[in-house]
């Protein structure tokens, strides 16, 4: 194996319980606002089609245009109360906040610059009320922040000179003062979501990212920090140059999921998935594939199935409104979790034969295996092959528990199990089996 000072620092999992809890969320709740809420995806009458939040980007927008924005910021529809309410009723354990983009503009009052809402018409801070309304609703809070700052002067994407390097300087000491500012100000949050890390400035920053994240872990106990922060001494990111995961669970998947157990390398891992394809932050004309509640909650339980966390992203409006194409479809997976939810918190992985029908999961603490049943085959016979010696005495509806199954051995270690829930279910049925030895 290759050297490294600073490599991954741990192989195997974390065993911790904050780690613990993380691993048992199943479900949790993205949120994107900003100043790129303002323009909602539009500039002078024109439709920008890529993602809301990088309009400062777009050739058609100028960039003082967008520097500007901050002076319109005042969203007096927000009602942090009113958003961790709806999460509550989501389902999510734990909500991610956007507290710096890549804009740069600081959603909290930060001391070391003046691009925050402070200077805003708003004029308050928008992450602690947050933190406080999600924290009295249970959901934990961990915060996104993006190391790519398009506003700080200091800012390289890449370093040539050494006018760059002496600037660039300055800016990794600012990113580290707003790192610390924002640990102490919100000591309840539970993790960092790091984004925009792949600069060849930053990936050439393995010391001082490696000595900054020992920082933070040492100022918040038991921190949870993904894939996505540290580089490695020769600028991989994610998996360090011998192959092993950077930080606590990997943050690779981004708009799209592992396929097979075997993609997720047996790590712990998060999906952050968008409602239209590639829309994080405020678009006012959402184009292209919307998921269903059908959709998102496959991917919810085939996340789960793989040991990984699914993460759904809310965008608000520029008045601080959650749209109600975001309401209806929380209303929705809420539902379903409302009955469903055994079958996603605290559960992960089961080793059986994948099936056609649909997802298993397992509760890591009681053993309960949950059927989730997404594709009903046209005999209505749901197929299970269990490792030998398993027997299937115990079988029968999570919603409807006094409607049981007697399995049919149709080969060794191989079953049907012939569905009898109503179809009128909205969404995948679940049936539970816990197996005996
Ligand atoms: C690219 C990119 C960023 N990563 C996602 C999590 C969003 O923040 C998007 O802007």
């Given at each position: 194996s290759i050297a490294l000072e600073h490599g991954s620092h741990r192989l195997g999992k974390r065993t911790d319980e904050m780690m613990q809890t993380w691993r048992n969320y199943g479900l949790g709740q993205f949120i994107h606002w900003g100043l790129y809420a303002i323009p909602g995806g539009h500039w002078e009458g024109k439709y920008y089609g890529g993602a809301a939040e990088w309009i400062r980007s777009w050739k058609d927008m100028p960039n003082?245009?967008?520097?500007?924005?901050?002076?319109?910021?005042?969203?007096?529809?927000?009602?942090?109360?009113?958003?961790?309410?709806?999460?509550?009723?989501?389902?999510?354990?734990?909500?991610?906040?956007?507290?710096?983009?890549?804009?740069?503009?600081?959603?909290?009052?930060?001391?070391?610059?003046?691009?925050?809402?402070?200077?805003s018409p708003y004029g308050k801070d928008i992450i602690g009320p947050l933190v406080?309304?999600?924290?009295?609703?249970?959901?934990?809070?961990?915060?996104?922040?993006?190391?790519?700052?398009?506003?700080?002067?200091?800012?390289?994407?890449?370093?040539?000179?050494?006018?760059?390097?002496?600037?660039?300087?300055?800016?990794?000491e600012f990113t580290r003062n707003q790192l610390l500012e924002l640990l102490d100000l919100y000591p309840t949050t539970k993790g960092l979501w790091f984004d925009g890390t792949w600069d060849a400035a930053w990936k050439e920053q393995a010391a001082f990212a490696d000595k900054l994240e020992t920082e933070m872990r040492e100022k918040i106990p038991g921190l949870i920090i993904g894939s996505r922060f540290r580089p490695d001494d020769y600028g991989n990111r994610h998996f360090d140059s011998n192959g092993d995961l950077m930080g606590d669970y990997?943050?690779?998947?981004?708009?799209?999921?592992?396929?097979?157990?075997?993609?997720?390398?047996?790590?712990?891992?998060?999906?952050?998935?968008?409602?239209?394809?590639?829309?994080?932050?405020?678009?006012?004309?959402?184009?292209?594939?919307?998921?269903?509640?059908?959709?998102?909650?496959?991917?919810?339980?085939?996340?789960?199935?793989?040991?990984?966390?699914?993460?759904?992203?809310?965008?608000?409006?520029?008045?601080?409104?959650?749209?109600?194409?975001?309401?209806?479809?929380?209303?929705?997976?809420?539902?379903?979790?409302?009955?469903?939810?055994?079958?996603?918190?605290?559960?992960?992985?089961?080793?059986?034969?994948?099936?056609?029908?649909?997802?298993?999961?397992?509760?890591?603490?009681?053993?309960?295996?949950?059927?989730?049943?997404?594709?009903?085959?046209?005999?209505?016979?749901?197929?299970?092959?269990?490792?030998?010696?398993?027997?299937?005495?115990?079988?029968?509806?999570?919603?409807?528990?006094s409607v049981t199954y007697e399995p049919e051995e149709v080969h060794k270690d191989e079953y049907f199990i012939h569905l009898k829930e109503s179809k009128t279910s909205k969404g995948p049925v679940v049936i539970v089996i816990e197996p005996t030895k």
């Open positions: 003082e245009a967008y520097d500007e924005l901050y002076k319109e910021f005042d969203p007096q529809n927000f009602d942090p109360r009113a958003w961790a309410k709806q999460a509550k009723s989501l389902g999510a354990k734990y909500m991610i906040i956007t507290t710096k983009h890549h804009d740069g503009f600081c959603l909290w009052p930060s001391e070391y610059t003046d691009y925050d809402v402070t200077n406080e309304a999600y924290d009295a609703e249970g959901i934990d809070v961990y915060l996104y922040f993006s190391v790519m700052d398009w506003n700080h002067l200091g800012y390289r994407s890449k370093l040539e000179t050494e006018e760059d390097r002496e600037a660039y300087e300055g800016f990794k990997e943050q690779g998947w981004e708009r799209k999921l592992p396929e097979t157990f075997e993609d997720t390398k047996g790590n712990d891992w998060d999906c952050v998935m968008t409602v239209p394809e590639n829309q994080w932050g405020y678009h006012s004309d959402w184009r292209g594939h919307v998921k269903t509640s059908f959709e998102l909650i496959e991917m919810l339980v085939k996340s789960v199935s793989l040991n990984g966390n699914f993460v759904m992203n809310f965008g608000p409006d520029g008045q601080g409104s959650i749209r109600e194409e975001e309401t209806k479809l929380a209303a929705e997976i809420g539902d379903w979790m409302d009955v469903n939810h055994e079958a996603i918190y605290g559960c992960g992985y089961l080793d059986w034969k994948k099936q056609d029908w649909g997802y298993y999961t397992k509760n890591r603490e009681t053993g309960k295996v949950y059927m989730v049943v997404f594709n009903r085959p046209l005999n209505g016979a749901l197929r299970v092959k269990t490792p030998s010696k398993i027997g299937l005495e115990k079988v029968y509806s999570l919603k409807e528990p």
